[in-house]
């Protein structure tokens, strides 16, 4: 596994179950203890944990806000996808932005763009409500706030209203067959009515999810037309994406 992703996991781990010792953490991702140790170290340098004797507890201020845990992992990488992203997009254009941080990153390099932008993410909205240039949809919705989010039926049914011509499509894992996958089973229909009103997909994952987690399919290979990606490491997944007909485009 990744350094990255023990970091991501660790720090999830953390905030969803509380404190955690060396060895629970050790067994829970299926490495040694000495390596959860050094990641233990450098992720409370970086403010995402407290180290405390044999183990680690989360952070006070960011237990109900994962959201915050997750943006902080590989920023700079996710920042340079979300860059080339905003690099398709045509001004003039009808943009979908799903959730997530590197959506969210999108939306920061849509800033000053004449768009037209629809999303669920109220991260998004945030990033974008004081743009004049930016015509700004919100989609209806049950609140998820852990994840700055809007999900359910009405969500769903303000979808089935709405033609986009591209979708930025986040996700927790990408499956080496090419199958996008998602953790949180309530935001998958979301997801796919997105995929439905879209001209374009563009799927952004960094190299974090390859394969990343997820239990829940979301869409297949055959549903993508662009991968926008930093997953280099992974090279048999991005060669059946391009196989399934993917633009797969690194950066």
């Known amino acids: 596994m990744l350094r990255d992703r023990r970091h991501e996991l660790i720090v999830r781990i953390l905030r969803s179950d509380g404190p955690a010792t060396v060895e629970a953490l050790a067994e829970r991702l299926a490495v040694s203890a000495a390596t959860v140790r050094r990641d233990l170290v450098q992720l409370d340098e970086q403010g995402l944990l407290r180290r405390v004797y044999g183990g680690a507890m989360p952070m006070d201020d960011q237990r109900d806000d994962p959201f915050v845990d997750v943006a902080a992992m590989r920023a700079e990488e996710k920042d340079k996808i979300a860059q080339r992203c905003a690099e398709l997009i045509k001004d003039g254009e009808t943009i979908l932005l799903d959730i997530?941080?590197?959506?969210?990153?999108?939306?920061?390099w849509l800033r000053g763009r004449t768009l037209t932008v629809v999303t669920s993410s109220l991260a998004v909205l945030e990033e974008l409500q004081d743009c004049e240039d930016v015509q700004l949809v919100m989609l209806g919705g049950m609140v998820r706030r852990?994840?700055?989010?809007?999900?359910?039926?009405?969500?769903?049914?303000?979808?089935?209203?709405v033609k986009a011509d591209r979708l930025f499509l986040g996700t927790s894992g990408v499956r080496p067959g090419g199958h996008v996958m998602d953790t949180t089973v309530v935001e998958v229909p979301v997801k796919r009515a997105m995929i439905a009103a879209s001209d374009q997909v563009v799927l952004?994952?960094?190299?974090?999810?390859?394969?990343?987690?997820?239990?829940?399919?979301?869409?297949?290979?055959?549903e993508l037309d662009v991968v926008v990606t930093n997953a280099?490491?992974?090279?048999?997944?991005?060669?059946t994406l391009r196989d399934s007909g993917v633009e797969v485009i690194e950066v």
């Open 232 to 239: 280099s490491s992974d090279p048999a997944t991005l060669s």
């Open 204 to 222: 952004v994952a960094d190299v974090g999810k390859f394969p990343g987690t997820g239990m829940a399919r979301v869409c297949g290979p055959e």
């Open 146 to 161: 852990d994840y700055r989010s809007l999900v359910g039926f009405l969500t769903e049914d303000n979808l089935r209203q």
């Open 100 to 108: 997530g941080t590197t959506a969210h990153r999108v939306a920061h």
